[in-house]
C-alpha cells in the first residue's frame, strides 16, 4: 500500500517533469527559431536616411532652391519623458508663457488658464506614468556601468550628474538656433502620447530619438562633438537645410518651408493602424522636417493624382537595418525630390526685381511669353530673403505697410483702370455693337445730370470731341469707352471680360492665389446685396468699380490681344523630372486654351491703338517712352491710372478699418501693360506700380526697360544677352541692401485725415450721380460722402488691408491718365 | 537510538545537486545582473549560499527527531511571526522593521536581511505535520481529516493576506502529498478536492457599484453572466485582486496577440526568452542580454527564463536533471526510511520541492499562471535560498539516520492489505508476509 502510494507519488512528479520537458521542447526546440526572430525583430534597429528635398531650377536649369547638408539634434523619447516628468519648473514655465502671451494683455481666461494647467498636469502625470522613462534611465545606467565601470550607487549619481548636463546642453542648443525646447518636447510628448492611447499600446515612436533643434551648421556641430562626449540620450544626425541660392529674387514664386506644424503632421501623416512602423518612419512628416507652405513649395510638395497624395518636392526617406551593431542586413536608398523646372528665368526675374526697386514703391511686373502662355518673370515688389525668413520673421509679417510676404502678382486685386480699355473695345466689336470706324463725340463727360452736373467725366475736361476706336486706345478716351460699355451692358460686359481671364483663377495654382473681382449678377446678390446698377458698366468699361485683377491677369489678358483673340492660361511650371533627369510621373496640370470669338482684323485694330499709345505723339504714353535711350523695338501698350482709396492701418486698434485710421499710402496705381514687338508679339508684360500716379509717366518707363531687359535676355528674338552667362549671386547682394524695411522710399505717408476726408468727400458728392439712381447713395454706403470707402477686395482672403481698389465704391472721376 | 552510517550516499548527492544547482543560480544571476545594468547580486547570493550550506550542515547534523519535538514552538514562532505581519498589513503600518514592498508585508527587516517568515513557514508546516501525523491513523476517517486541514488554513490564510499567494497555495500540494503517503483514504482526498473544485467555480455576486471603470471591465471580463449592476464571478475570482486577475486573464489568452503588449506583456516576455535561447542557448548571441533586460523580475521569479535564454534547453533540461535528482533521491530516502516522522518528513520536503519547482518553470512558459514564487535554489533571494537549503538538510538527515523500528511498518493499515494470495508450501525467500503483499 505505502509502496504503492510512492510509486503512484513518483509517477506523478515524473510525469509534471514530463510536462514541463515536452513544454519547454516546443518553445525551445520546434517555436525558437520563432522567438528568436521575435527577439531579434525587437532589437533590429533602423537608421534612418534622409532624402533630399526636390530642387526647383528656372527654365534654364539655374538652380533656385536645393538642399544643403546640415546636422541636427535628436533626443531620445526617453530623454524627453525624464526630463518632463521630473522637471518640477517644466509646468512653472508651460503656464508662464501662458500668461505672457495671453494674460499679459489683461483678457485671460481663468477656464482656459485651468484647462492649461490641467494639460500641463496630465502631460506629466502620462510621462511619469511611462515604462520607458524607467527603461531609458535603466539602459542608460547600464550603458554607464560598463563603459565606466563603477558601482550601482555610483552609476546613479553619474546618471544625475550627466543628465542634467545634457539637459542644459540641449537647452543652450535650442537657445542658439531659436528653438523652444520646452514646447517641442512637450509637443512630441503629447503627440505620441495619443498616437500611444490612440492604438492601446506604447507605440515605436516611444523608443525613439526624436529631432529637436535642426538646420545646424557645419560650424556649430563641429563645436558641439566634443561636448556631446559626456551627453546622455543626445546624439548629431545628418540632415538636410533648405537653401536659396539667389535669396531674395523670385521669394514669392519659390515660396517657403517651414519645419512641420503638428496639424500638417496629424493632416498627412499615416496613423499606426493605417501602415507599419517603417512605412509611416519614411512617409511620414517627423519632428524637424520640413514642408513647403507657399509659393512652388506649398503648390509642389505634394500633388494629388487618382485620389491619393505623391510627393512631388517632398522627398522619401531611406533606411538602413542593421540586425545588430554594425552589419548591415539591408540598405533602401532615400528617395529625393522630384525636380521642379519653373517656367520663370531668373536672369530676367532678377533684372526686373531690380527695376522695380529701383521705382522706389511696391509693385509688380509680369512677363509672359506670347506664344505658350509661359511666365518669364512676375516680380512682386517688395521682396524678402528666403535664406534668413526665420530670422526676419517677425518683422516680415508684421509689417502692415509693406506687405513684404504679399505675392502682389498673383494674390493681390488691383483695379485694372485703363489698362482693359483695349479689351473693352474688343469686347464690343466683337459683339457687333461697334466696328473700328464707329465714332462716338466725348464732350469731357457722359451725360449731365438734372441737377446740371456733369457725370463721369473723361479725363481731359475738354473732352476730345469725336473719339474712334484708334483715337480712344492712344488717348484713353474714357467717353468712348463707357458708351461702349453702354451699347454692351454690364452683363455682357462682364462676359466679355471673363473671356479674357478675369474672375477666375489664373491657374498657375500657386498658394493665395486670387481671381479677382468680376461683377456678375450672382457676384453681386451675394456679396454687395444688389444687383447691377447703371453706373457699374460705365466703371467697368474703364478697369473701375466693381472690377479688379491681379497683374498676372492683366499682363494674360494683354497676351490674348497680342495672339490676335486666342486666351491661354498662363502657368508657370514647365515639367517636373526626376532626378536623373527624365520627366516625372507627375505633370503640372493642363493649360487652359480658348480661341475667343474676335476677328483678327478687330484685334489688329486694337493693336494699332495700342501701337499709338507709345509711338504716335498724341499717345498717353509717347513722351515718357520717348525720353530715355531708344528702346530699337516698337511695342503697344496702353497706360492705366487706377483711381483707388487711400491705403490705412488700423492705427487706433479697434479691429477695423475707418476713416478715423491713418493713411499710409495714397494716390493712384500706376498701370502699364502691353505686348512687344508691335508686328509680331513674343511677350506680354504688365506693370504695376502701386500708389504711384499717373501711369503714363511713372509705369511706361518702368515697361520700356522691361522690354529692354527682355530683349537683352534674347525673348524678342533680336538680342542676345548683354552680359552673357548671368551671375544671380552678384545682383543678389546688391538687392538685399536695397530693401530697408521702413526705408525712406517706403515709408507710410502720413495723410492728414481731415483733408483727406475732404478731397475725397467734396470729388465724391460732387460727382456721384444721385439724382438719377436715387437708391444709389442708400442702398450702397461706399458712396456717401463721408464713408471713404476700405471695405477691401482683399478682405475675402482675410487680409484684411484697405490698399485695394474701391469696388462700385468709386471717387466719380472716371479715368485719371493723363496723355 | 538511530543507525549512523555517515556519510551515505544519497546525502552526497542530494548536497552535490544542491550546490550545482546553487552555482546555477549564482550564473544565472550574473546574467541577469549584466543585462539589467544592476551590480552586486550574484555576490550577495554567493553569500546568501554561504549561509544557506551552513543552514544545510545545521539541520542536517542535528538529529531530526529533535526537530520533531520541536514542531509546535518552530511552527508557532512561524504563526506568531505571520501574525505579525497580518497586523501590519491590517494597520497598512510600514516601518523600518516591517517594510512594505510594492503593497506586500512579507519581510521582517533583521538590519542585514530581510526575512520572509512564509519561508520558514513552510519548513515549520511541515515539520509539525509530519509530527502530527505520524501516530495513529485518525486521519482516516473523514472528521480526522479536518485537524490537519484546520493545520494548513490557518498559516495558508496568514500568508494570503500579506499577500502571497503563490507561497500560501504551496501548501496545499505538500499536504495532500502527506495525506496520501500518510494512508489518508483516497476517497476522503478526492472528496476535498471536489468539493474545492465545486467552491472553486461557485458563482458569487458581486456588485460593481464601487468599483472604478478598470475594475468593472476585468471584473466583467471574467464574469459568468452580467446582471445589471452585479456581476456573477467564480469564488476565487471574486476574492482575488486586480492584478491576480488580469495575470490569470493574461495566462488564460495567452495566444492572443492583443494580449501581449498588456496583461500577456510578462509571460509573452519571458516566452521570447526562453524560446529564443533555442537548444544549445544564445552563447553567441551578444544582444540576448540585451533583450533579457526586457524581462522583468527576471532574477528572482523568471529566473528559469534567463536559463532558458542562456543555455538553451540542454541547459533547461541539466537543471530539471539536478532537481529530478534530488527528488528521486529524496524519494529513495523516505522509501527506505521506516521511522513514520522521518519518512513523513521527507516525503513533505520532496512534495514541497517538486511543486515548488513545477509550479515555477510552469509559470515561466505558461503552462502555470504566474504567481509570485521563488525557483528553489536558483532564484536571486536570501530567505528562499536559505530556508530551501535548510529543507534539503532536513532531507539528508532523514537519510543518514535510520532508527531501528520495532514495530509494524508505519502507514501499512490493516484495512488496506489484502489477504494474501493462496501459495501453497512456498518457501519465502526473505521478509515477513505483510512486506510481501504490500
Known sequence: MYKRRLRILLGLICLGLLALVVRLGVLQIIRGDDYRREAEQALRSVQLLPGERGRIVDRNGVILAEDQACHQLAMDYGFIVHSIATDRMWAGRCLQRYWDTHGGRGHVDPDTFNALRRRVEATQAAARRLDEELGWCVRQRRMLARHLDIDIDQVVAEFDRRFAYSRQLAGELAREHGVDLDEVMGRILRTYERWSRHVGRAVREQRQAHVVVGGMGAGSTNALRPLLGEALGLEIEPGHRRHYPFGAIACHIIGLTTPVFQEDAERYNLRPDEASWLDRMRQNYLDGDVIGKTGVEGLYEAIEVDGEWRPVLRPQRGYRQFARPGETELTVPAEAGKTVRLTIDIELQSRLTELLASSGRSGSIVVIDVESGEVLAMVSWPVFDLNTYRRDRLELETDQVNLPMLHRAVAAAYAPGSTVKPLTALAGLGAGKITPATTFNCPGYLYVAASGQKRHRCWLRSGHGPVDLQRGIRESCNVYFNKIGSLLKAPLLTYWMGLFGFGEQPGTGLPGETSGVLATEAWLQANRMRGFLPSDKWFISIGQGVFAATPLQVANAHAAIARDGVFVAPRVIKDIEDGDGRSADVRPPEQVRRELPIATEHARAVREGMHEVIHDSRGTAYTYWRSGLPLGVEACGKTGTAQVPPMRIDSNGDGELTVDDQVVRQGDHAWFAGFAPYRQPNIAFAVLIEYAGSGGRNAAPVAKEVIRACIAAGYLGQGESESGRFEGRRSQGMLAQSYPFGGRSLRPTAVPVALQRGEDGNGQSRETPTDELPDDGRGDGGLAPTAVPVAPLRGEEGNGQSREAPTDALPGDGEGAHG | ?438
Open chain 2, 1 to 438: 537510538m538511530a543507525e549512523v552510517r555517515w556519510p551515505r550516499y544519497t546525502g552526497i548527492i542530494i548536497a552535490l545537486a544542491m550546490c550545482a544547482l546553487i552555482g546555477v543560480g549564482i550564473a544565472a544571476v550574473r546574467v541577469s545582473e549584466r543585462a539589467e545594468g544592476t551590480r552586486g547580486y550574484a555576490a550577495k547570493q554567493t553569500i546568501f549560499a554561504g549561509v544557506g550550506l551552513g543552514a544545510f550542515a545545521i539541520c542536517a547534523a542535528i538529529p531530526y527527531p529533535k526537530f520533531g519535538r520541536a514542531a509546535y514552538p518552530i511552527f508557532a514562532l512561524c504563526l506568531g511571526l505571520l501574525l505579525v505581519l497580518g497586523v501590519a498589513r491590517y494597520l497598512h503600518h510600514s516601518s523600518w522593521l516591517l517594510p512594505a514592498i510594492r503593497g506586500s508585508h512579507r519581510w521582517i527587516n533583521l538590519g542585514v536581511v530581510n526575512v520572509q517568515p512564509s519561508e520558514l513557514t513552510k519548513l515549520g508546516y511541515i515539520l509539525l505535520l509530519a509530527w502530527y501525523l505520524r501516530l495513529g491513523d485518525h486521519y482516516r476517517h473523514l472528521l480526522g481529516l479536518i485537524p490537519p486541514l484546520l493545520l494548513t488554513l490557518i498559516p495558508m490564510f496568514l500568508i494570503l493576506i500579506e499577500p502571497d499567494l503563490g507561497t500560501a497555495l504551496l501548501l496545499l500540494p505538500t499536504l495532500y502529498v502527506m495525506l496520501f503517503m500518510a494512508g489518508a483514504k483516497l476517497r476522503h482526498l478526492l472528496g476535498i478536492v471536489a468539493v474545492g473544485t465545486v467552491l472553486t467555480f461557485l458563482p458569487v455576486p458581486q456588485s460593481l457599484g464601487e468599483m472604478g471603470a478598470d475594475e468593472q471591465t476585468e471584473r466583467r471580463a471574467n464574469a459568468y453572466v452580467e446582471l445589471d449592476g452585479t456581476v456573477v464571478t467564480a469564488l476565487p475570482l471574486a476574492i482575488m485582486e486586480l492584478h491576480q486577475l488580469s495575470r490569470i486573464d493574461g495566462w488564460l489568452h495567452q495566444g492572443r496577440e492583443d494580449i501581449w503588449q498588456g496583461k500577456g506583456f510578462h509571460l509573452r516576455q519571458s516566452k521570447i526568452v526562453l524560446g529564443s535561447g533555442k537548444l544549445a542557448g544564445s552563447g553567441d548571441w551578444d544582444e540576448a542580454e540585451y533583450y533579457f533586460s526586457r524581462l522583468p523580475d527576471d532574477h528572482t521569479d523568471f529566473i528559469f527564463s534567463i536559463i532558458g535564454g542562456q543555455w538553451g534547453f540542454a541547459g533547461c533540461l541539466g537543471v530539471l536533471a539536478l532537481y529530478t535528482l534530488i527528488l528521486l533521491f529524496g524519494l529513495e530516502i523516505a522509501s527506505s526510511t521506516y521511522e513514520p516522522f522521518g519518512r513523513l518528513l521527507a516525503l513533505g520536503l520532496v512534495g514541497l520541492l517538486a511543486a515548488q519547482v513545477f509550479i515555477n518553470v510552469g509559470m515561466t512558459m505558461g503552462l502555470t499562471p504566474i504567481t509570485g514564487m521563488t525557483l528553489p535554489f536558483i532564484s536571486y533571494g536570501g530567505s528562499s535560498l536559505v530556508v530551501n537549503c535548510a529543507a534539503l538538510g532536513l532531507l539528508v538527515n532523514v537519510g543518514q539516520r535510520r532508527p531501528m523500528l520495532l514495530a509494524r511498518r508505519p502507514f501499512e493499515h490493516r484495512e488496506d492489505m489484502r489477504p494474501a494470495p493462496y501459495r501453497p508450501l512456498e518457501r519465502s525467500s526473505s521478509g515477513t508476509a505483510c512486506e510481501k503483499r504490500a
